[in-house]
C-alpha cells in the first residue's frame, strides 16, 4: 500500500500528508507526528465532498496514530482501537453503499440481482453523516433509499432531498460527488415519467437544463443521439414553449453524429410542428425521418406519425385503419429486432383502433377500459382523445333552449 500511495503522492496531499506522518512514525519523530496528524485529521474534516477518499484517508491517519513505537508503549486500558474499527466499518459502509446503488441501479435496468440484505447496518453506520454536512454521504444515501421506492410519492420524496441539495448549490464546477449521483436522479426521472408521471418528465429536464447550464450535456462536443431526441419528444409530451424546442434543435442538432443527424433532425422538427399544431408539415417530417434508422426509433416515429395523421382528420377511418394496419406489419416483420417492446407498440395499435372504430357514446367506455391498463407510449394521448370524444356525444345530448 505504502508503494502504490507513494506513486500517486504528487497528485494527491492525502496521500502526502500519510506518507510523512509514516515515515515521522518509522523515525520515531513523536512531536512532528503530532504536528502533522492534527493537520492532516483538520484538512478531513474540511474536504468539501465528505467522499469514499475522505472516509479511507480518515481511517488511514487513525490507524497509523495507533502504530508505532509509541502507541507499544502506551498499551493501557486508554489505547482503545475503537476509532480504528470504527472509522474502518465507516469507509467500507460508504464504499458498499456506493456498490449498491450501481448494483440497485443494473438490478432494474438489466435484471441482475443482488444481495442487499446488509443495507439497514450500512444506513445504521452513516446515519451520523446523512447531512448535508456530508455531501457524498448525504447524496448517496438518499439516492438509495429513492430506488428501492416502489411507489412514486414516497420516491420523489427522497429525489427531491438530493435535487434541492444540488440545486441550491453554486458551483463553480459541480463536484465529483454531484456528478456522480444526478446519473441516478435522471434515471429516477425518467423512470416515473415512463410509468406515466408526467410531472417526472419536467423534472428530467430540469436535470437536462442543469448540464446545459454547466456545460456537461454533450460528450466530447457531442450529444447522443438517444439524449437528444429523449429531450425533444419529452418536451412535447410535457407541453414544452415550442420556442424552448426550437432553440435545443437549433443549439444541439448539429452536435449530432453525422450519420444520425439527418433522421434526428426529421424527427424533431416533426415533433416541433406537433407542439404547434402543425399537423400536416409534423406528417413531413415524421416521413422524412422514417427511413434509415434503427427498428425501435422508427415505431417511435411511425407511431407520432399516426397521431398527426389522426389529428389532422380524425374522421378519415380508412386512412388511419391502414396506417395501423401497416404499423403491425411492421412490428412482425422486425419482433427479433424489437423484442419486449412489441406489447407496448401493439397496445398503442389495439387502443388507437378501438379510437377509431369507436363512437362517441362508446368512447368513455373504452377510456375505463384503457384506465385499467399500465402505461405505456401513447397512453396518455389516447386518454385525451377519448374523453374528448365522450365529451362530444355529452355536448350534442344537452338539451336545446326553445327560443
Given amino acids: ?37 492534527e493537520t492532516a485529521m483538520d484538512d478531513i474534516k474540511k474536504c468539501p465532498d465528505q467522499d469514499i477518499e475522505t472516509f479511507f484517508y480518515r481511517h ?13 508503549l502506551n498499551r493501557t486500558t486508554q489505547n482503545d482501537i475503537t476509532p480504528v474499527i470504527q472509522t474502518l466499518d465507516e469507509f467500507w459502509a460508504l464504499k458498499k453503499l456506493r456498490y449498491l446503488c450501481e448494483a440497485r441501479n443494473r438490478q432494474k435496468v438489466l435484471g441482475i440481482s443482488y444481495d442487499d440484505s446488509q443495507i439497514p447496518a ?44 444540488i440545486a441550491t448549490q453554486n458551483f463553480i464546477s459541480p463536484p465529483p460527488s454531484v456528478l456522480e449521483s444526478i446519473i ?8 416515473w415519467y415512463n410509468k406515466g408521471h408526467v410531472d417526472a418528465g419536467n423534472e428530467y429536464l430540469w436535470w437536462m437544463e442543469w448540464q446545459m447550464k454547466y456545460d456537461l450535456f454533450l460528450e466530447n462536443s457531442m450529444v447522443m443521439p438517444a439524449i437528444f431526441r429523449n429531450v425533444v419528444s419529452v418536451a412535447v409530451v410535457v407541453q414544452k414553449n415550442p420556442d424552448w424546442i426550437d432553440h435545443i434543435i437549433k443549439k444541439y442538432g448539429p452536435c449530432l453524429p453525422q450519420e444520425h443527424y439527418e433522421t434526428h433532425i426529421a424527427f424533431a422538427r416533426g415533433l416541433y410542428h406537433y407542439s404547434l399544431k402543425s399537423y400536416k408539415e409534423a406528417i413531413r417530417f415524421f416521413l422524412l425521418a422514417e427511413a434509415k434508422e434503427e427498428v425501435i ?26 396506417h395501423l394496419l401497416s404499423f403491425e406489419r411492421y412490428l412482425l416483420r422486425n419482433k427479433k429486432e424489437i423484442q419486449h417492446l412489441t406489447k407496448v407498440f401493439n397496445q398503442f395499435i389495439a387502443y388507437a383502433t378501438k379510437l377509431v372504430k369507436t363512437n362517441s357514446a362508446d368512447a368513455d367506455v373504452i377510456h375505463h377500459e384503457l384506465m385499467g391498463e399500465e402505461h405505456f407510449p401513447g397512453f396518455i394521448w389516447l386518454t385525451e382523445q377519448l374523453a374528448q370524444k365522450h365529451k362530444t356525444v355529452q355536448r350534442s345530448m344537452r338539451p336545446h333552449s326553445v327560443s
Fill in 60 to 72: 488511514l491517519f487513525t490507524e497509523l496514530s495507533f502504530n508505532g513505537f509509541d502507541a507499544k
Fill in 1 to 37: 500500500m505504502s508503494l502504490w500511495l507513494t506513486r500517486i503522492g504528487k497528485k494527491n496531499q492525502k496521500a502526502k500528508a500519510f506518507n510523512q506522518l509514516h515515515s515521522f512514525k518509522e523515525h520515531q519523530l513523536s512531536t512532528q507526528f503530532s504536528w502533522g496528524y
Fill in 122 to 165: 450500512l444506513l445504521k453506520i452513516l446515519e451520523p453523516y446523512t447531512n448535508e454536512k456530508y455531501p457524498y454521504v448525504y447524496l448517496f444515501v438518499n439516492i438509495y433509499r429513492m430506488m428501492e421506492e416502489t411507489v412514486y410519492e414516497e420516491s420523489n420524496l427522497y429525489y427531491q432531498f438530493i435535487k434541492q441539495y
Fill in 184 to 191: 441516478y436522479a435522471i434515471n429516477n426521472t425518467l423512470k
Fill in 297 to 322: 426509433f422508427s415505431a417511435m416515429i411511425r407511431r407520432w406519425q399516426w397521431m398527426s395523421l389522426y389529428e389532422c382528420d380524425p374522421y378519415d377511418t380508412d386512412t388511419l385503419l391502414n
